[in-house]
């Protein structure tokens, strides 16, 4: 019976896909990722009385991928849902099945080949264009990126234009994106060494309300620019990157802002110790939407957040983003043998800029930079390449100041755990 299913795929991609069968590949794929959540005080501080959120989340996939000797193609399609979110005799889901990702992309001279439709970004480290992997829904982008790669060298060239929908006339673009970005990237392997730059050009669509009579929708276009450099040797490993934020922010204020980070680990054994910071300028509380202040507060804008200064979320996923910046100070430790693998890593965040407010008397106060020390620790279990389980338990130990800038109290146990299972397996590849 097998057999039979076999032939009968091999078949139906063969006509779908006629031609020199030994320059085409087609591979059918799938992911089953359910995640079950305790939330004590995630993202936020837990607040007073509130009682802790659980649930099961999943997300379901279906990947297919051809490759050929003109064009390759890709197409994910996506359903994410939370257990019980409809009823059992449901007749429509509340999100429905979605396309994570549908892109085509053919040779133009050699080596370059353009990329177009919708299509996940990532690069490097992540911290500025990242796939998101964590979240269920992950991250995608409708884009033109045209590439080059020649050896140990490589550049790219992305560009995208969103809109709501076909229309006559020009019409507002409300939703939570860039309305046009366009960006530069390149990557170049020198012995231990690698070296990447990027240039990003990011247009967020505002209101232009300076002219009561004349209310128009204008695009205000700041730009990231910096380098980062990575060296491998042997057992040790060590990153840096700088970044500079220009330009103007979404309110169409002048923006200047930076992003230094950098972080070393050194392999001994199964083990790996490693130090690290990250510092996000930011803007000092009482100037923050002051029209005629400069916005200082840098913003890491489609990366991988979720990766970077702590596993709850608090910065730059939730509210956070765009205030008093952060400076984050970390120290992993991991662990791995043979299948099973184990991380702790403790933060410790102070603010960038300064948190004005009142004490409890009502007198003007500057708040401490501490913001409090977070504790992530996970473990892991790879089965096969197609199986694998993970768990993980976070706390937050949170200061005053933590207050001001979030939501909740500190005085309340702000904790989080979660367990997921990881399905991926491979329908078919043709041979």
């Known amino acids: 019976m097998k057999k039979l299913i076999i032939i009968f795929i091999s078949g139906l991609m063969s006509g779908l896909f006629p031609g ?62 939370v257990w019980g979110d409809v009823s059992q005799l449901n007749k429509s889901d509340v999100n429905g099945t979605s396309i994570h990702e549908a892109w085509g992309e053919m040779t133009l001279f050699k080596n370059v080949s353009l990329k177009v439709g ?6 490097d480290d992540q911290r500025i264009f990242g796939a998101v992997n964590w979240a269920q829904q992950a991250r995608s982008h409708d884009a033109a ?58 247009g967020l669509e505002y209101t232009d309300n300076s002219d009561t009579a004349n209310i128009k929708q204008k695009v205000a276009y700041s730009q990231t620019v910096g380098p980062r450099i990575s060296y491998k040797g042997g057992k040790l490993k060590a990153n840096a990157a700088f970044y500079y934020q220009g330009g103007k922010n979404k309110a169409n204020r002048s923006l200047s802002a930076i992003y230094l980070a950098a972080d070393a680990s050194y392999a001994i054994n199964t083990f790996s110790v490693g130090a690290g910071f990250e510092y996000l300028s930011g803007t000092q509380s009482d100037e923050i939407g002051v029209a005629d202040k400069t916005d200082k507060s840098f913003t890491p804008f489609y990366g991988t957040n979720h990766k970077f200064n702590g596993w709850m979320d608090y910065f730059y996923v939730g509210n956070y983003s765009g205030q008093t910046g952060l400076v984050d100070i970390y120290v992993p430790l991991k ?5 099973f693998s184990a991380m702790l890593i403790p933060h410790y965040y102070m603010t960038a800029a300064t948190v004005k407010g009142v004490d409890n008397e009502g007198n003007p106060k500057d708040f401490s930079s501490g913001l409090g020390t977070e504790i992530d620790f996970a473990i892991g279990y790879t089965v096969s390449k197609t199986l694998a389980f993970k768990a993980g338990y976070s ?10 800038v979030k939501n909740g109290s500190k005085s309340e146990t702000s904790n989080w755990g979660w ?13």
């Open 118 to 123: 919708r299509q996940e970004i990532s690069y």
């Open 335 to 339: 662990f791995k043998k043979n299948k």
């Open 20 to 81: 020199n069968a030994e320059a085409q590949k087609v591979t059918i794929s799938g992911e089953l990722r359910p995640r079950y959540e305790y939330r004590h005080g995630y993202r936020d501080l837990m607040q007073e009385g509130a009682d802790p959120a659980n649930f099961v989340s999943q997300r379901t996939r279906l990947n297919f991928k051809y490759s050929g000797e003109l064009f390759n193609v890709g197409f994910s399609l996506q359903d994410v849902r």
């Open 395 to 404: 706390q937050m130990f949170a200061t005053e100041t933590m207050e001001m």
């Open 145 to 202: 990126i045209v590439k080059y790669s020649s050896g140990k060298h490589k550049v790219h060239f992305g560009v995208a234009l969103n809109a709501v929908k076909e229309s006559q006339y020009k019409v507002e673009y409300d939703l939570k994106n860039y309305k046009a970005l366009q960006y530069l990237w390149y990557h170049g392997d020198f012995n231990k060494f690698g070296v990447s730059f990027l240039f990003l050009n990011n």
């Open 419 to 431: 367990m997921m299972l990881i399905f991926k397996p491979n329908f078919f590849t043709s041979k």
